[in-house]
């Protein structure tokens, strides 16, 4: 279990917690004032302030001598940032961090979450100026994103019920996507979302600067040779650059260093060949999140 | 070599209706927002780089811009 797991897991995983969903701490965090300035400014957030100065050319001051690792580190300090418990700053995405689920868990999570709105996505909105209605916002933020038109899907502004929201997101895996729970603000739990490279904002900045926005999963892939045929169903699967073809070996390489345990490899595999294994259950890997 | 990707504004119109930049770049690096929220004035909408230090100098953005609006620098 990750680190939020012991603070907000009460026993269990952070995301499992059905304390997390409450309306009682939404409003002990000040969600809804969080939720929709984040929302009403994302693309500022995104451009102007996650970067301290500008996101012009972040990886620039990365790369700066010490300075650079000063930076960076104190930009990450501020995904995971837990205090004041009320009026972070939604500017700078203040304990609004995110953590990659798989299929079954996103679908535990759907059970706790009360009500399920369907959003367009604001990173698609932002980077490509696509209408994706794939977001699901609960609680608090689907009680603010009606005030914010640009996210409201033609289809209005009805909630899901479970069942409806569970086929939605196996949909969505279907076609690839990733299925992420994101705390907004931290222990609160706003939203799952299906999200994609590169335009997804905190795969973005994760998988190209390592800033920790969004953590990996409780899982990780594990490949049983004896299954594998070598079909390559997997390798188109993977976003995070975990799995190659192996042609020498006639099979895939899952470099678990690299997974972010979404499952979309043990998904596709028609031999069930892949397992996601509990990340605790690998020595070296239960640190690497 | 560091990269600068300059949009101007005045040349460049309504990014909502236009998008070919945020959707022609490899690298996804275009942002579209308004200052002004929810404004519905296409003058008020515009569109920024982000990450430039992730571009792959390819050109494409300034080829496929219809106002000759991108400069890579």
């Known amino acids: 279990m990750c680190e939020w797991c012991y603070k907000h897991g009460a026993g269990k995983k952070w995301y499992l917690n059905s304390r997390n969903y409450l309306q009682d701490t939404a409003l002990e965090v000040g969600a809804h004032e969080y939720i929709y300035e984040l929302w009403k400014n994302f693309e500022k957030v995104y451009l102007k302030r996650i970067f ?18 000063a930076i960076h580190s104190y930009i990450n300090s501020w995904f995971g940032k837990e205090k004041p418990l009320k009026g972070r700053d939604p500017m700078k995405a203040e304990g609004h961090a995110g953590q990659v689920v798989t299929l079954e868990d996103a679908k535990k999570i759907l059970e706790l979450a009360n009500p399920i709105l369907r959003v367009h996505c604001a990173c698609r909105l932002m980077t490509r100026g696509v209408k994706d209605q794939c977001c699901l916002a609960f609680g608090a933020l689907a009680e603010m ?20 929201a569970q086929a939605f997101v196996e949909k969505m895996q279907e076609q690839g996507r990733v299925a992420t729970v994101w705390f907004g603000p931290m222990p609160y739990i706003a939203a799952l979302c299906s999200c994609e490279l590169p335009e997804c904002a905190a ?15 409780e899982y990780v892939a594990k490949l049983d040779l004896s299954k594998c045929t ?17 042609a020498s070996m006639g099979h895939p390489f899952i470099d678990q260093w690299k997974c972010f345990g979404c499952g979309l490899c043990a998904q596709a595999c028609p031999e069930g060949a892949i397992q996601m294994v509990d990340r605790l259950s690998i020595p070296a890997l239960k640190e690497v999140w | 070599m560091k990269t600068d990707i300059l949009v101007d504004w005045e040349k460049c119109g309504d990014p909502r209706e236009c998008k070919r930049c945020l959707q022609v770049c490899p690298q996804a690096l275009f942002i579209m927002y308004s200052p002004q929220w929810d404004s519905d004035d296409p003058d008020v909408w515009r569109v920024d780089v982000a990450f430039t230090d992730l571009c792959v100098r390819c050109g494409d953005c300034v080829e496929v811009c219809p106002d000759d609006a991108i400069t890579i620098r």
């Open chain 1, 52 to 69: 301290g100065i500008s996101t012009k050319g972040p990886g620039y001051k990365f790369q700066i001598p010490i300075i650079g690792r």
């Open chain 1, 145 to 164: 994103v009606p005030r914010l038109p640009r996210y409201i899907p033609e289809s209005g502004t009805e909630p899901m019920d479970v069942g409806e």
């Open chain 1, 203 to 217: 795969t973005r900045v994760r998988t190209a600067y390592n800033l920790m926005s969004l953590y990996k999963g």
């Open chain 1, 230 to 246: 070598g079909c390559q169903a997997c390798t188109t699967q993977c976003q995070f650059g975990a799995i190659s073809f192996n």
